[in-house]
């Protein structure tokens, strides 16, 4: 099995070249992904824990069902954008420009066009379920 090794680099150019790291930059840049992907996370129960501060009435069972399963959808395509988004930019960086590292901007980048990814799938999904349901009795 091969293991594709994905390095992380905050410089403007890589120390190979003379560049300079800045390992404060590197935890502002990682604790902004962390709080992107806990953002992500937490999203799923955003609408309930709204709408009970707000001291409006839970989601009826179909309407809890629709969310979740809109959720889940964001969240699959999420995955894959992201993933698939981080080889594409390691293998252009890598065998395009023959650079070593991944600048850590294009990581931040990543994470914030996956969760627009997550939240545009979440509402088509979110307005696909609703019509479906509208004429049936049944989810």
Not at 129 to 139: E, F, H, K, V
Request: hydrophobic share 50%; proline share 2%; with cysteine.
């Amino acid at each position: 099995m091969t293991y594709i090794m994905f390095v992380a680099d905050d410089s403007i150019v890589s120390t190979a070249n003379g560049g300079s790291k800045r390992p404060h930059s590197f935890s502002a840049a990682s604790e902004t992904g962390l709080v992107q992907l806990d953002r992500l996370r937490s999203s799923r129960d955003s609408l309930r824990n709204h709408r009970a501060l707000a001291g409006k009435v839970d989601l009826d069972e179909p309407e809890a069902l629709i969310y979740r399963r809109a959720a889940t959808i964001g969240v699959a395509l999420f995955w894959v954008v992201f993933v698939l988004s981080c080889i594409g930019v390691w293998a252009y960086l890598s065998f395009v420009r023959h650079q070593a590292t991944v600048p850590i901007g294009f990581l931040l980048l990543l994470v914030s066009a996956g969760m627009f990814v997550f939240m545009v799938t979440r509402s088509i999904a979110i307005l696909v379920q609703y019509r479906r349901s509208a004429g049936d009795d049944t989810l």
